[in-house]
């Protein structure tokens, strides 16, 4: 099994439009959790960081449940610029070694 | 601040040839140091990563290898390339958290990648 799974998509939503994906890990020892955004042949950079409590910045909402072990991105009002594949990381107090899934791709439409 | 260099950006290789990618991180000591590989349509692997100079794990077998020679230099090798190591190859640094309850807060900082095609 992997150590962390995400439906790759792709999202094919409008501009306006609400989105979320969500991320699955495996090992129930995880302890710090990431969105990343990749654009098209680009690094992966940092989107955010997502706290037990959940968390919010501007118009997108990380949210975690261990419980079911995922954790969750929403994009509210979505920007053609949000384009992007999405992809969640996963650590495990190892080294600051992180796991990664395999992203979700988002398109937004005009 | 901190910033990470990597290159070059793209790479054609012959099946068979050397390989030497370097990364390299300022305004930073100490830090942790990864190379993660992706191929295309595919999620990031963790191939090496480093803890300190000389310190090296290796995350799966395979044709590559990597050194670490000083602090902030970070280097993947490959003796002879194969068809299968095509695939987009990014350097990661994050800082090195000595406390477990700072452990595992910081995200990666990746460098903008080489994009390897063996040929």
């Known amino acids: 099994r992997k150590e962390v799974e995400q439906d790759p998509g792709p999202f094919n939503v409008p501009e306006g439009a609400t989105v979320a994906f969500n991320c699955t890990y495996s090992?129930?020892?995880?302890?710090?959790f990431f969105w990343y955004r990749q654009d098209c042949r680009k690094e992966p950079k940092l989107l955010m960081s997502v706290y037990s409590s959940g968390n919010e910045d501007g118009r997108f909402t990380a949210q975690l449940n261990r419980a079911s072990q995922y954790i969750s991105l929403l994009i509210r009002d979505s920007k053609l610029s949000d384009s992007a594949t999405y992809l969640c990381?996963?650590?495990?107090?190892?080294?600051?070694?992180?796991?990664f899934g395999s992203g979700t791709k988002l398109n937004v439409k005009p | 601040s901190q910033t990470i260099h990597q290159w070059p950006a793209t790479l054609v290789q012959p099946v068979g040839s050397p390989l030497s990618l370097e990364c390299t991180v300022e305004?930073?000591?100490?830090?942790?140091l990864y190379w993660y590989r992706q191929a295309a349509g595919r999620g990031l692997q963790l191939l090496f990563y480093s803890v300190g100079i000389g310190q090296i794990s290796s995350e799966v077998p395979q044709n590559l290898s990597a050194s670490r020679p000083q602090d902030r230099q970070f280097i993947l090798s490959s003796k002879k390339l194969l068809l299968s190591d095509s695939g987009f190859y990014l350097c990661a640094w994050s800082p090195l958290t000595g406390g477990r309850t700072t452990y595992g807060v910081y995200g990666y900082t990746f460098g903008s990648g080489t994009r390897l095609t063996v040929v």
């Open positions: 305004g930073t000591s100490n830090p942790n």
């Open positions: 990381a996963v650590n495990r107090y190892n080294f600051n070694k992180f796991y």
């Open positions: 090992n129930s020892a995880s302890q710090s």
